[in-house]
């Protein structure tokens, strides 16, 4: 078992709708949480940066995490076709600075 | 400021031979990085450095050097091309270990 899975998708939405992006994660001593955006042909650019639980949001993207439920989401409200791409999530622990990544979903909008 | 920078952004070897992947970042970042990507595998650690003259094995390091002469350059080694090295290479930096990383473009190799 992967220690940060994804589903890989496809996921395909039409324009304007609400996105919710999901990893899950099994080591409890993950502390700092991930999203990173990616572009075909491009690298990954980030997104979010968390640590520990509770909400975060950035314009249209919300970023959450769960410890009790090792869950980790990121919402995107009124997506638009640029939105198209790999969305990775990624997590580290404090004793150990080594990102563990998922395999990333990729995310069709629609227009 | 360019960023991170990697050089070149397409290369095909035989099995065997060997090169060098270039990587540049202009942001005085003291933590450097290379991964691999492979389809529904993410991203793989390779060889990490803290700093100049300080490097470490990541998760997949068999078959690759890397050096840290400089804080802005950390070059990635392929000692002896194999097909299992097909893969597309990111390099990334952070201002510190512990901070978000910034990555170029990528490197896509064919070994054939």
């Known amino acids: 078992q992967k220690e940060v899975e994804q589903d890989p998708g496809p996921l395909s939405v039409p324009e304007g709708a609400i996105v919710s992006l999901n990893c899950t994660y099994s080591n409890s001593a993950f502390q700092y949480f991930m999203w990173y955006r990616q572009y075909s042909r491009k690298g990954p650019e980030l997104l979010m940066y968390t640590y520990s639980s509770g909400n975060k949001e950035d314009g249209r993207f919300t970023a959450q995490v769960d410890k009790s439920s090792k869950y980790i989401s990121l919402f995107i409200r009124d997506s638009q076709p640029s939105d198209s791409a790999t969305y990775l999530c990624a997590s580290y622990m404090d004793s150990n600075y080594q990102l563990i990544w998922g395999a990333g979903t990729k995310l069709i909008i629609k227009p | 400021n360019a960023g991170v920078t990697q050089t070149p952004k397409f290369q095909v070897l035989k099995t065997g031979q060997s090169m060098t992947l270039q990587c540049a970042q202009d942001m005085n970042h003291e933590y450097m990085s290379w991964y691999r990507q492979d389809p529904g595998m993410g991203l793989r650690l390779i060889h990490y450095?803290?700093?100049?003259?300080?490097?470490d094995q990541g998760e997949v390091p068999n078959g690759y050097n890397v050096s840290r002469s400089t804080t802005e350059d950390f070059p990635l080694r392929l000692l002896s091309a194999a097909p299992s090295q097909t893969s597309v290479y990111f390099c990334a930096s952070s201002y510190k270990a512990n901070q978000p990383q910034h990555f170029g473009d990528g490197t896509r190799l064919s070994i054939l």
């Open positions: 450095s803290v700093g100049a003259g300080i490097t």
